[in-house]
Each structure stands twice: as C-alpha cells, then as structure tokens.
C-alpha cells in the first residue's frame, strides 16, 4: 500500500488484517446505544431508510475519498492532503481539512476513553451477579417506599454509583490509555492490526451472546416495533441532519482516519 507521492514507514501485513482494523475504527458504541434511540425518535423505519441512503451516496463517497488520498500520498492526513494539494498546483490552504479532520479524532477520543474506562468499572459486575439482583433490588425498594421501583431506577442508581467512584475511574482511565499507547506504539503491522485481528472476532462472538440473551430477555417484538416501524410523520429537516451525522459517524468518515489507514 505504499503510497505514490509519499513515504512509507509501515504497512499491513494482511488484507484481513487491514478489514478488521477498518471495521474495529467505524462499528463502535455510537451504533449500538445512539442509532437505536435516534432512529425510534426520528421515524423508525423511516430514518433507517433516509440513514441507508446517506451512507451509500455520501457516507461511502467520502470513506473512499478519504482512502484514495491516504493510497496516493503515503502520508499522514495533514502531510498527505498538503502534498496532494501541493503535486496538484492547488492552495496549501486544503491541508486545514487534515488538521479538521486530526482535531475531530481527537475529540471524538475524549470521550471514548472516559466511556471506556466506564465499561472496564462494570465488566467484575458483570460476573459478581449484580446486574442479577436488580429485580430483587427493585421488588425490595418498592415494598419499603410504597412506590413503584422499576429495574431502571435501580440500574440507573447503580449506574450513578460506579461512575461517581473518581479513583477507580481514573485508575481504569489510566490504565485504558496506557493500553492503547502501547498497541499504537508498536506500529500498525505489530500493534494496530495484531490487536484488531483478535479483539474484532472476540468482539463479533460477544455480539452474537448480546443479541441472544436479548432475544430471550427482552422484548423483541417491541423493540422491532420501536426500530423498524416507519413514522414519516416525525421526519423532519433534523431528521436528515441526525441521518448525515449518524452515517459519519458510522463510517469513522471525516475524522481523516481512512487517510491514515489507507497510507
């Protein structure tokens, strides 16, 4: 993948390597707790139609753009959309869309660590048998105050707890970083693509667990309902701007990132 302008420093070692570590960059938490939510709020069916053709038409066009720059150059965003724009006797000024794009990451990076080191703090929950007791919890609270205490009341509280424990989190923050800086620093072919060739799989076998249990807990049908039921009624020009952001997001696009992998 050795760009054509640029110089190469580093490269995948396989093409699954590459595929998993694209898909790592783009299928996050936003698609999981956010697309749902704004999908039901904004028309159900009728946002997934109108996010689907954001995606293809523009989502799509810009994560191919921002991978053919990063082809050509071999360089970082702001190196290789200066040299694009220099080769090409075009204003040195498009290198501001690399720094945007750098900026963007970094943003976008300040609040998934501190998510992340949320999910760290739940994961011993997750096999202590908290999340177990809520119902017990809640059928408890609601016999001692005489009013009615749902399982999100009390998984809310817990939730409230855990993340308001300032050392613990800032440990696991720590540590989530320290993690991180260490794959990064190893380079793309031994840090990056090692670490997306085994987390990725982990990640999908743990998706299939989530959505069974869902399946069989929860109430499917409801949430189809919820998800998949066309409302065009709640369409509204905010709608498509959710639609255009929620297809950014998805794609990892804008951020500059395929520039970088595609160096």
């Known amino acids: 993948m050795a760009g054509e302008i640029g110089r190469k420093t580093?490269?995948?070692?396989?093409?699954?390597?590459?595929?998993?570590?694209?898909?790592?960059?783009s299928v996050g938490l936003g698609n999981f707790w956010r697309f749902p939510f704004t999908a039901g709020e904004n028309g159900g069916g009728a946002f997934i139609i109108i996010y689907l053709i954001c995606v293809l038409f523009l989502g799509l066009t810009v994560l191919m753009a921002e991978y053919a720059v990063g082809r050509k150059s071999g360089m970082s965003a702001i190196e290789g959309i200066h040299s694009l724009a220099r080769a090409e006797n075009k204003s040195e000024n498009w290198q501001v869309v690399g720094w945007i794009g750098t900026l963007g990451s970094f943003f976008i990076l300040t609040f998934y660590i501190v998510i992340s080191a949320w999910v760290l703090a739940f994961i011993p929950q997750a096999f202590d048998g908290t999340f177990t007791r809520f119902a017990d919890e809640a059928a408890r609270l609601t016999a001692e105050t005489g009013t009615t205490v749902s399982l999100a009341d009390v998984s809310s509280t817990n939730f409230g707890q855990t993340i308001s424990n300032k050392y613990m989190i800032g440990a696991l923050l720590a540590a989530f970083i320290a993690?991180?800086?260490?794959?990064?620093?190893?380079?793309?072919?031994g840090g990056i693509e090692k670490a997306a060739t085994f987390l990725?799989?982990?990640?999908?076998?743990?998706?299939?667990?989530?959505?069974?249990?869902?399946?069989?807990?929860?109430?499917?049908?409801?949430?189809?309902?919820?998800?998949?039921?066309?409302?065009?009624?709640k369409v509204t020009m905010a709608t498509f701007l959710e639609a255009v952001g929620q297809a950014f997001f998805s794609l990892s696009v804008g951020s500059c990132l395929m520039v970088t992998y595609g160096a």
């Not at 070692?13 to 898909?23: E, L, N």
């Not at 399946?215 to 009624?233: R, Y």
């Open 10 to 25: 580093d490269h995948w070692g396989s093409r699954f390597g590459f595929i998993m570590a694209a898909v790592g960059s």
């Open 179 to 189: 993690v991180n800086t260490f794959i990064v620093a190893r380079g793309v072919k």
């Open 200 to 233: 990725m799989p982990a990640f999908f076998i743990l998706l299939i667990g989530i959505v069974g249990f869902a399946l069989v807990e929860g109430d499917a049908g409801a949430a189809a309902s919820f998800l998949l039921t066309p409302d065009f009624s």
